[in-house]
């Protein structure tokens, strides 16, 4: 699957939020204005994993699933004080998992951190959600804590966590 990661425009969310509300249960996923909130907070950026074109148009019918949905996936993620990253959502398209989206769009995001001045990075998924745990456990991710009835459905979540800045050379 061919796609390319852009910075979100403005005219993206209804489709993002469209997105989250398929990606998630209805009591883990983010109303409306929670996602806008969390894309417009000092230090966020949301990048979008958008299907590639064809002959420049990325509706063109050799491509009938772009026609509805040209955007694969987003991550949403924010450089924090004390040199700390956030992943507040990461959400693919069923047809496009397990093609590489998420895990370029998480690539993109750390390296965004990174230049940002992150020196790690964190987030929450829920733990019964044992497919973001093994990908998560894939892209170096650790648990750092579990929170008790993160969620409002009363789903415990953990805390994972991953240095974006390699080790100081031993001495």
């Known amino acids: ?24 249960p209805p009591e883990i996923s ?12 000092s230090g966020s950026f949301t990048l979008v994993a958008e299907a590639a074109a064809n002959n420049g148009n990325p509706r063109s019918s050799a491509h009938p699933a772009s026609v509805e949905e040209p955007i694969l996936g987003f991550i949403v993620a924010q450089a924090q004080r004390r040199g700390t990253g956030h992943i507040i959502t990461i959400d693919v ?5 397990r093609s590489g989206v998420g895990s370029e769009l998480l690539t993109a995001a750390e390296e965004r951190l990174r230049t940002a001045g992150c020196r790690n990075v964190h987030l929450e ?31 415990d979540a953990f805390m994972l966590k991953k240095d974006l800045l390699p080790p100081p050379p031993a001495s």
């Not at 398209?93 to 998992?97: N, P, S, V």
Request: proline share 3%; glycine share 2%; with cysteine.
């Open 1 to 24: 699957m061919q796609f390319s990661i852009r910075d979100s425009r403005r005219d993206d969310f209804e489709q993002l939020w469209r997105i989250d509300q398929r990606c998630f």
């Open 30 to 41: 983010y109303s409306r204005l929670e996602l806008a909130v969390y894309m417009r907070r």
């Open 93 to 97: 398209i069923d047809r496009a998992r």
């Open 125 to 155: 998924t829920a733990v019964d959600n044992v497919p973001a745990l093994a990908f998560y456990k894939r892209h170096g991710y650790n648990l750092e804590k579990t929170t008790p009835r993160y969620y409002s459905n009363g789903v």
